[in-house]
């Protein structure tokens, strides 16, 4: 699986959008880019994932250079339950798949 | 629908002591895994059963055994506890839906804390 890089904290303001980065530059054609967060002593939540386009839910949009070579995560309107844990993930879709968890990205939403 | 549930979700074992953490899913996945967290860690994957009578090793399995004992339930065991098996332990399950991509979108439980002294 491709390595991922993230910068280990941010902070942002309540309401702005939060725009969370991640490096993936030996990303593979077949691997998807997985979003996963997690707030304090809860287990992780899936955010979103993507192949090559941008991709939007409910919760966040999903932003992928098109050399794939890196995303931005956007919440864009972020809220102080959004402290959380940020994990990008680089994986093939296949059944029994191990997702790998890095250190991620502290984000600390401030009022 | 409970999604994954865990029990117990607090334990505290002495050295030596046995113990078996249960998990269940009540979404049809055929995929299921056991994670451990340390403190500020990340997660780190023991074991998984990609499917209903299987089984297989994840970054740390040393000390621990599984079962997956039907599609909906998948057992940890710790068999000699040691301190170093402190942790948070999570339980999760993916399945396919139809889309390979999301064998990836893993459905976290609640965790269970152990303790042991």
């Known amino acids: 699986d491709a390595k991922t890089t993230q910068p280990p904290s941010m902070d942002c303001a309540e309401g702005r959008a939060a725009n969370l980065p991640c490096n993936h530059s030996?990303?593979?054609?077949?691997?998807?880019v997985y979003w996963y967060r997690q707030i304090h002593s809860q287990g992780p939540q899936y955010i979103i994932h993507?192949?090559?386009n941008n991709e939007t839910n409910e919760m966040a949009s999903l932003i992928i250079t098109e050399d794939r070579k890196s995303s931005t995560l956007i919440l864009p309107h972020a809220t102080l339950r959004d402290t959380a844990v940020y994990y990008c993930?680089?994986?093939?879709?296949?059944?029994?798949?191990?997702?790998?968890f890095g250190q991620g990205t502290e984000l600390s939403v401030k009022p | 629908n409970a999604g994954v549930t865990q029990t117990p979700k607090f334990q505290v074992l002495k050295t030596g002591q046995s113990m078996t953490l249960q998990c269940a899913q009540d979404?049809?996945?055929?995929?299921m895994y056991w994670y451990r967290q340390d403190p500020g860690m990340g997660l780190r994957l023991i074991y998984y059963?990609?499917?209903?009578?299987?089984?297989d090793k994840g970054e740390v399995p040393n000390g621990y055994n599984v079962s997956r004992l039907n599609k909906r339930e998948f057992s940890l065991r710790l068999e000699s506890a040691a301190p170093s098996q402190t942790s948070v332990y999570f339980c999760?399950?993916?399945?396919?839906?139809?889309?390979?991509?999301?064998?990836?979108?893993?459905?976290f439980g609640p965790g269970t804390r152990l303790t042991v002294l």
């Open positions: 999760a399950s993916s399945g396919s839906l139809g889309d390979a991509s999301r064998y990836n979108e893993q459905f």
């Open positions: 030996t990303i593979s054609g077949n691997e998807y």
């Open positions: 993507g192949l090559k």
């Open positions: 993930i680089v994986r093939v879709g296949f059944e029994g798949g191990k997702l790998i």
């Open positions: 979404m049809n996945h055929n995929s």
């Open positions: 059963s990609a499917s209903e009578g299987t089984t």
